[in-house]
């Protein structure tokens, strides 16, 4: 048998292999009924229920021979398709948070909806939230899009993995709207000139963030005159 479909292996003991999976939970918001269905098929399988850092619930510990059958149970997507694309978009709850300044939950789920499985040179994570205490660590995220009572900032080349390395600003007081459109162009250079393998910050850094910032501008630009 091969390595199961959307599972990451985690032990081998004895010859046997335990795997973990982990559905699409769009922003971490997720009904009471898909709740109630992840912890019935992690039963199901005498897995365990496991609140991810990227505001996802994983089901640990499925033998080899269950991944499959839990999926087909789950009926839901996988959080990640490719290691090699945008692996989630995290969100801070900025509708229902007395310190935001701007509700980012509707740009939020744009980004999610649109970035889904995207496919990019290094896996790719973005972070949205509505003020600048910055919920869901956006400023070590890849992509990051933060509010303050100016408007969005769009930040990028953040790192909380093996280098550490904080985010740089891009853009500031921008519109939801154009807030959106420099993700999209932030996206956009990044796959265009990057080496597969490349991590954004690592990018950045190798180019210079004069050079990134002119090349984002200018597709970005292209994409406001368009719209």
Known sequence: MGKPEYAVLQKIKNDRRTYGITPRIPGGFIRPDKLALLAS???KYQGTLKITSGQRIAILGLREEDVEKAWEDLGMEPAVRSPY???????????FCKRSKENTLPLGMR?????????????????VAGCLNACSSVNAKDIG???DEHGHIVVAGGSAGYHPRLADRIAEKLTEDEAYDMVEAVYDYYCQ???MGDKLGHFIDRIGLDAFKAGIHKIYEEKRNEA
């Open 41 to 43: 098929v992690a039963e």
């Open 145 to 147: 899009v933060l509010a």
């Open 111 to 127: 980004l999610e909806k649109r970035f889904y499985g995207a496919p990019a040179p290094n896996r790719t994570k973005i972070g």
């Open 85 to 95: 694309s945008i692996k989630n978009v995290e969100m801070c709850p900025s509708a």
């Open 193 to 195: 000139h990057a080496d």
